[in-house]
């Protein structure tokens, strides 16, 4: 089954985000990681999601991370102290999340007003 792809935006100096950085030295790269993981979740929801939120289970958060479940457990917690998820939900094994910088990663179309433009143009509404 051929689906598109979808993209996430990041900014270039993501990792230099004071709180990115604060992330990479308490838990070494894998606490960028796992931020990035969950940006890229919360990018693969359907429109009309709550946007930035994703949720699943620390397991598999840990698996794709290449880490152990306590450890992106302890990374989604001190993300969540460093306001960079609001914790919507969670169990002992599961997460419920909202980037609170998601419009950040995931800007708007820069495009998007003028094609509106032309669009409007050709249909004939101003």
Not at 58 to 86: H, I, Q, S
Not at 87 to 115: I, M, N, Q
């Amino acid at each position: 089954m051929n689906r598109a792809r979808l993209f996430a935006a990041v900014d270039v100096a993501f990792l230099e985000q004071d709180t990115v950085a604060e992330l990479r030295d308490r838990f070494g790269a894998v606490g960028p990681l796992v931020l990035i993981a969950l940006i890229l979740d919360a990018k693969s929801k359907p429109k009309g999601s709550l946007l930035g939120a994703t949720d699943g289970r620390y397991a598999a958060l840990a698996r794709r991370c290449a880490t152990d479940e306590a450890t992106a457990a302890k990374v989604v917690a001190a993300a969540a102290e460093l306001g960079l998820v609001e914790v919507l939900d969670g169990a002992e094994r599961r997460y419920s999340v909202r980037l609170l910088k998601f419009s950040k990663w995931e800007p708007k179309d820069p495009t998007a007003a003028d094609r509106q433009a032309r669009h409007r143009a050709r249909k004939g509404n101003p």
